[in-house]
């Protein structure tokens, strides 16, 4: 009759679960339009403000690059941010005027651009109580990377909100600084247009946020 095993959890030696990059299957399951399939009704996209949102309305388009200086095609990026007051939005629900919530992706078509539609969000307080300066934080998934990264983009002509943000302001090379401003550029229509590629290594790699 074989004995029942009586080796306590503790003494088991457990392997270490493999680790997986973010690979396909981040855009079946939340871009599904990207990966080719069919977009469902309701869908947490790259359209965070409508016509009817407070605030001014504008467009940030960018590229994700990796360590050789190739674009990534597949990275799926979240967006967070403020209302033009300054204020997080706590339920997303696509008859909201605004959402503080979205989501973009690069794709194998053209420039491999990602996109968001929104308003420039106002200041929120630091925990300090000092303002930041306004921004939109971001998560950046793609193959290759095991953990998502963490970031902020910035405006360029917040020059002076800029320089006194408590969070920008923590990073000490100027040059650094830099990699987190996105650059104002021509848009279509009434919305501003700003640019904001995101370098995951190399020269001119984006500051990524330990948060």
Same mark, same amino acid.
């Given at each position: 009759?074989?004995?029942?095993?009586?080796?306590?959890?503790?003494?088991?030696?457990?392997?270490?679960?493999?680790?997986?990059?973010?690979?396909?299957?981040?855009?079946?399951?939340?871009?599904?339009?990207?990966?080719?399939?069919?977009?469902?009704?309701?869908?947490?996209?790259?359209?965070?403000?409508?016509?009817?949102?407070?605030?001014?309305?504008?467009?940030?388009?960018?590229?994700?690059?990796?360590?050789?200086?190739?674009?990534?095609?597949?990275?799926?990026?979240?967006?967070?941010?403020?209302?033009?007051?300054?204020?997080?939005?706590?339920?997303?629900?696509?008859?909201?005027?605004?959402?503080?919530?979205?989501?973009?992706?690069?794709?194998?078509?053209?420039?491999?651009?990602?996109?968001?539609?929104?308003?420039?969000?106002?200041?929120?307080?630091?925990?300090?109580?000092?303002?930041?300066?306004?921004?939109?934080?971001?998560?950046?998934?793609?193959?290759?990377?095991?953990?998502?990264?963490?970031?902020?983009?910035? !405006?360029?002509?917040?020059?002076?909100?800029?320089?006194?943000?408590?969070?920008?302001?923590?990073?000490?090379?100027?040059?650094?600084?830099?990699?987190?401003?996105?650059?104002?550029?021509?848009?279509?229509?009434?919305?501003?247009?700003?640019?904001?590629?995101?370098?995951?290594?190399?020269?001119?790699?984006?500051?990524?946020?330990? !948060?």
């Amino acid at each position: 009759m074989q004995q029942p095993n009586t080796q306590s959890t503790s003494e088991l030696i457990l392997r270490e679960t493999a680790s997986q990059t973010a690979g396909p299957y981040v855009h079946i399951g939340l871009a599904p339009s990207v990966a080719g399939l069919p977009a469902r009704d309701e869908e947490i996209w790259n359209r965070m403000a409508g016509p009817e949102a407070e605030g001014e309305p504008i467009e940030v388009v960018g590229t994700v690059i990796d360590g050789n200086g190739d674009l990534v095609r597949d990275a799926l990026i979240e967006a967070w941010q403020a209302d033009a007051k300054g204020v997080y939005q706590p339920f997303f629900d696509l008859r909201n005027a605004f959402n503080s919530f979205g989501r973009t992706a690069t794709t194998f078509e053209g420039s491999s651009e990602w996109s968001l539609q929104t308003i420039k969000p106002g200041p929120v307080a630091h925990a300090s109580g000092q303002p930041m300066a306004p921004h939109i934080n971001l998560s950046i998934f793609a193959r290759g990377v095991n953990v998502h990264l963490q970031t902020r983009l910035y !405006f360029d002509d917040e020059t002076d909100a800029n320089a006194h943000c408590p969070v920008l302001s923590r990073i000490e090379s100027p040059t650094r600084r830099q990699t987190l401003i996105a650059s104002r550029e021509a848009g279509d229509g009434d919305r501003v247009r700003y640019r904001f590629d995101i370098r995951l290594q190399g020269d001119g790699e984006t500051v990524f946020f330990d !948060f």
